[in-house]
């Protein structure tokens, strides 16, 4: 399987990232991450906190209707797995994220702008754990 070489959609959309980080920064004064957000909405703490979380996980679900209405068509999306491996490595990444205390975007796009220690340490974890999966996926099981 060839990945297409898009640097302008995914500057763009690495752009939308980091302002809707510093967005949430500045205004909640919350971490941006995928993870905390949902955790955060099945072990509410409060009303306030229940409110500015769903309202990120529905901008999240409607933003391809977005880029439709934008553009007119909607994003390109292939998956090349079954269902059931989408669910098997969603719950991978879950605990992934619990162990690690946060996700990607958490540790990413927050924690290596403060420089936090141990998102210094997690995302070179994250990228070459993910390099190894893709090797070993791709070239090794043939899948």
């Not at 995914?10 to 991450?33: D, E, H, K, Q």
């Not at 439709?68 to 990444?93: E, Q």
Request: charged share 10%.
């Amino acid at each position: 399987m060839e990945t297409v070489f898009t640097p302008f959609a995914s500057l763009g959309g690495g752009a939308l990232i980091g302002l809707g980080a510093v967005l949430l920064m500045l205004g909640l004064g919350r971490i941006l991450g995928a993870t905390g957000i949902m955790s955060g909405i099945v072990f509410a703490e409060g009303r306030d906190e229940l409110s500015w979380r769903v309202a990120m996980v529905v901008g999240m679900v409607l933003a391809p209707g977005l880029i439709f209405v934008a553009t007119g068509r909607m994003p390109d999306l292939d998956v090349p797995v079954s269902p059931l491996m989408i669910v098997v490595g969603g719950v991978i990444v879950g605990l992934g994220a619990s162990l690690g205390s946060g996700c990607t975007s958490g540790h990413g796009v927050c924690g290596l702008s403060r420089l936090s220690l141990r998102s210094i340490v997690a995302v070179p974890t994250f990228m070459v754990t993910a390099a190894v999966t893709v090797y070993l996926s791709r070239h090794v099981f043939g899948v």
